[in-house]
């Protein structure tokens, strides 16, 4: 660039940019810097007090109190009625502050069968409340025997004497035929391994309950047997099953379904049934062909499951006639041909 220009000119330095308070306290004073401040202040002291009246006016307004609960039905077996009246301690609290968890903590606590819960306020005076059931997964079989009346001994009766009478039944002997293969054993136990045969002959006067079953293990009476629902035989029980009473617990419930989807998708077996055992804690597993499988609900089902798979077609188990295979010994596998020995319920 040329130093010597008729159109180039030095910039001009600008001059340092003074706050604005100084600017207007130099225009206007102190006296007038200190006016503009109280106007501010009042504006602000205004705007708060008008806030903190609202407060006031929503939090003790009778306007905003909830004066009715409204129940959004997914189906019709819900009862609404029953659901409301349990609500009602929540009638006459202050719509505007009053939070949603107390309601969803209520329900979840005294109706557990929901598996989601969702309030909305709608002002100026009402609260609707939208339920979501847990899906029915099976029919429910449920059989329970309630436990024998004590009598009272007579006088002349000792300890001596009743140690002496519980100890008088004699024990079965009990058969043991395992082969030398570490991994496959032919034939299992009658007296130990047949656990499903001994606990039919031990229920056979035990009462029967028909119900749904759904993913939260609870039962359900007021709804019709689904035809198109695999069906849950539940053995062991003490006492008759309530209607939204849990029959199995939720966490055997996740243990049940999520190895019911393992067991297909790594055998490609089609399962019917299922068969759980409370006091055994076992869940028997039912085939198209028949075929039980038995597993044990305090193990890992993978571990089971896989043990199953590595041995079933190399062993030619599948070209067998069997009754049931027992996967609850660990790294052992035990079945059972059909119309073999082990076959066979005790009389």
């Given amino acids: 660039m040329p130093v010597k220009s008729h159109w180039y000119t030095r910039p001009k330095r600008l001059s340092a940019i003074k706050p604005r308070n100084v600017i207007m306290l130099k225009k206007r004073g102190l006296i007038g810097f200190l006016k503009d401040l109280a106007k501010k202040s009042v504006f602000l002291a205004t705007g708060l007090v008008g806030v903190v009246v ?21 189906n019709f077996n819900i009862d609404s009625a029953k ?25 979840n606590r005294e109706f557990p069968e929901f598996a989601d819960v969702q309030v909305q306020k709608l002002f100026p005076s009402k609260l609707k409340i939208k339920l979501v ?62 656990l499903e045969a001994k606990e039919d002959n031990e229920e056979s006067g035990a009462v029967e309950q028909k119900a749904l ?17 695999m069906t849950f035989i539940v053995r062991g029980l003490t006492q008759p099953v309530e209607d939204r009473g849990f029959v199995i617990p939720r966490k055997t419930m996740d243990y049940i379904m999520e190895s019911l989807q393992y067991f297909s998708n790594s055998m ?59 996967l609850r010994i660990k790294d052992k596998v035990i079945y059972c041909v059909r119309g073999t020995r082990c076959d066979k319920k005790p009389d």
């Avoid at 759904?214 to 709804?223: C, E, K, L, P, S």
């Avoid at 055994?280 to 890992?300: I, Y």
């Avoid at 062993?315 to 295979?325: Q, R, S, V």
Wanted: proline share 5%; glycine share 4%; aromatic share 10%.
């Fill in 54 to 74: 609202l407060l006031c006016v929503l939090f003790m307004s009778s306007y905003f109190t909830i004066k009715s609960i409204e129940v959004d039905r997914e």
């Fill in 83 to 107: 659901i409301e009246n349990k609500l009602n301690s929540f009638i006459g609290k202050n719509l505007v502050f009053f939070p949603k968890g107390r309601v969803i903590q209520a329900i």
């Fill in 133 to 194: 059931n847990h899906p029915v997964v099976a029919n429910l079989r449920a059989y329970y025997i309630l436990p024998p009346s004590e009598e009272p001994l007579p006088e002349n009766f000792t300890e001596l004497n009743k140690a002496i009478e519980e100890l008088s039944p004699t024990d079965p002997s009990l058969l043991s035929a395992l082969s030398s293969n570490p991994l496959v054993d032919k034939k299992a136990t009658e007296g130990v391994f047949n």
């Fill in 213 to 229: 079953l759904n993913r939260n293990g609870q039962a359900i009476f007021d709804q019709e047997e689904n035809l198109e629902l």
């Fill in 268 to 326: 490609g077996l089609e399962v019917m049934s299922l068969e759980y055992f409370t006091v055994a804690q076992e869940a028997h597993l039912k085939t198209k062909n028949g075929l039980v499988v038995w597993l044990s609900v305090d193990r890992d089902y993978k571990n089971q499951i896989d043990k199953m798979k590595t041995i079933y077609e190399p062993a030619e188990l599948n070209k067998e006639d069997l009754a049931y295979i027992d």
